[in-house]
């Protein structure tokens, strides 16, 4: 990563570092828009912004402070239909602001637009892509736990979840949720115009910032590797579960389907003996049994599906965030800053170029005053980017918070096979004696089943 180690310049005044970029691109307000209806300040929180004793680079949290913030629900609501197209709604529910909201996807995508506005230097997680035509069962299932993982580390991120447009987007139940975000987000500028550590980012930064970010960023950029993995193996195991249980139902009904059989068997092919008979009846009700272990089977893959791939695509989500971030940083912060400095060299050369042709004094002042503004844009810039720099450092942290996630997804994992071997070996177990009638002896007494061990004689 670069941008740290550039030529200093002077601090921008107040006023040009409360400026907004040049280059900045920002929704123009709505023309007559109503007054929002949340309870919104006009200016930034003063407690939020408040500066926190010690090191205010530093984060002081933990993964369980983290959980804890909040937890949120998205559950799909039956289908409506529209004019011409199907929507699909969520019911969306915080436990912080205990509230029940219903939201369509549209809403999520204008929330994540407001996010990006307001904290364009912070891990704004990515939404799943929107999908017009043939959405089917499946994809809408998968969008729904996308939705549900990017709200949670949203609603559990430090500045975000101090922030009204989260409580505005969990807790507002009027029409028009849409521009009333944008409402909402437009009343004040992004972070880095109401924080007031924003001019004194540099102060806080480590002189080897750039360093510590290039060995960060490779170290991350390994750890999504690695987890992507085991997220591919966890599916996989879990789709092979799932397969099991299918097969095992399957399998059970056939059994169950042999059983009950009516086809006579003439008398020649019975030799008057009723094996065949006594056999049937015992198939009939076997698939009551396997049914119980396709359940258990079913049960152990859904568990494994919640608390192991969910975790690890959320964990896998919260790190795509860093990397994105870190484009966002260099393709923009850093690329607006050298845009910035060529113009200012082009003005400057304009402006040498006109004292030696004796230009008229009215467009050597014109000149003149619009070189002074870029230092403004130039100096506001530089603010911006180490305040960015400042924003990733914190960033950085969070990630390493959310690391002993890795406990908790291994823990699931162990315990979901455990008790689904524990369960499944119950029942299995169970079915033993009731096989016995299926192994009969000579004179039609029932003999004991053989133990794996036991093998067959070749003799």
């Known amino acids: 990563m670069t941008g740290g180690a550039m030529d200093p310049i002077p601090a921008a005044p107040a006023a040009a570092a409360a400026e907004p970029e040049a280059d900045e691109e920002a929704d123009p307000p709505a023309a007559d828009s109503p007054v929002p209806q949340v309870s919104e300040p006009k200016a930034p929180d003063s407690s939020r912004m408040q500066m926190p004793p010690g090191n205010p680079l530093l984060l002081s949290l933990t993964l369980q402070e983290l959980l804890a913030r909040d937890a949120v629900q998205v559950e799909l609501i039956p289908e409506k239909k529209g004019l011409f197209l199907k929507h699909v709604e969520y019911e969306v529910s915080s436990q912080r602001f205990k509230s029940c909201v219903y939201r369509r996807y549209n809403d999520f995508v204008v929330f994540h637009e407001m996010l990006l506005q307001k904290f364009p230097y912070r891990m704004v997680p990515a939404l799943p892509p929107k999908r017009m035509l043939g959405a089917d069962r499946e994809f809408i299932e998968a969008r729904r736990r996308a939705l549900k993982r990017f709200i949670n580390l949203v609603a559990r991120h430090p500045p975000f979840s101090e922030d009204v447009v989260l409580k505005l987007f969990l807790s507002f139940s009027g029409p028009d949720v849409q521009n009333k975000l944008k409402e909402c987000a437009q009343c004040v500028g992004d972070e880095f115009m109401n924080c007031k550590l924003a001019a004194?980012?540099?102060?806080?930064?480590?002189?080897?910032?750039?360093?510590?970010?290039?060995?960060?960023?490779?170290?991350?950029?390994?750890?999504?590797?690695?987890?992507?993995?085991?997220?591919?193996?966890?599916?996989?195991?879990?789709?092979?579960?799932?397969?099991?249980?299918?097969?095992?139902?399957?399998?059970?009904?056939?059994?169950?389907?042999?059983?009950?059989?009516?086809?006579?068997?003439?008398?020649?092919?019975?030799?008057?003996?009723?094996?065949?008979?006594?056999?049937?009846?015992?198939?009939?009700?076997?698939?009551?049994?396997?049914?119980l272990l396709a359940d258990k089977a079913a049960q152990q893959g859904k568990q494994e599906e919640n608390d192991v791939v969910e975790k690890l695509n959320l964990f896998l989500d919260l790190l795509q965030s860093y990397k994105d971030l870190c484009e966002r940083h260099e393709k923009?912060?850093?690329?607006?800053?050298?845009?910035?400095?060529?113009?200012?060299?082009?003005?400057?050369?304009?402006?040498?170029?006109?004292?030696?042709?004796?230009?008229?004094?009215?467009?050597?002042?014109?000149?003149?005053?619009?070189?002074?503004?870029?230092?403004?844009?130039?100096?506001?810039?530089?603010?911006?980017?180490?305040?960015?720099?400042?924003?990733?450092?914190?960033?950085?942290?969070?990630?390493?918070?959310?690391?002993?996630?890795?406990?908790?997804?291994?823990?699931?994992?162990?315990?979901?096979?455990?008790?689904?071997?524990?369960?499944?070996?119950?029942?299995?177990?169970?079915?033993?004696p009731k096989l016995q009638c299926l192994f009969a002896g000579p004179h039609g007494a029932p003999s004991p089943l053989r133990s794996p061990q036991d093998g067959l004689s070749p003799h």
């Open 200 to 291: 004194r980012a540099k102060d806080f930064l480590p002189a080897d910032i750039q360093t510590q970010f290039a060995i960060s960023r490779e170290l991350i950029r390994n750890i999504y590797n690695s987890f992507h993995k085991l997220r591919d193996r966890a599916e996989r195991m879990v789709s092979r579960t799932i397969d099991n249980a299918a097969d095992l139902l399957i399998f059970g009904k056939e059994l169950s389907a042999l059983g009950s059989d009516t086809t006579p068997l003439p008398s020649w092919a019975t030799l008057n003996s009723s094996t065949w008979g006594s056999l049937k009846q015992a198939l009939k009700g076997l698939s009551v049994e396997f049914a």
């Open 332 to 432: 923009g912060v850093l690329h607006k800053h050298q845009r910035a400095l060529h113009k200012y060299s082009l003005m400057k050369r304009q402006l040498m170029s006109a004292a030696v042709q004796n230009r008229e004094p009215e467009s050597v002042e014109q000149l003149e005053s619009r070189i002074v503004e870029q230092e403004n844009v130039i100096q506001t810039m530089e603010l911006r980017n180490y305040f960015s720099l400042y924003c990733l450092h914190q960033e950085t942290q969070l990630v390493h918070v959310y690391l002993p996630l890795t406990s908790h997804i291994l823990g699931a994992f162990v315990s979901s096979q455990i008790q689904g071997h524990k369960e499944m070996s119950k029942v299995w177990n169970d079915l033993q």
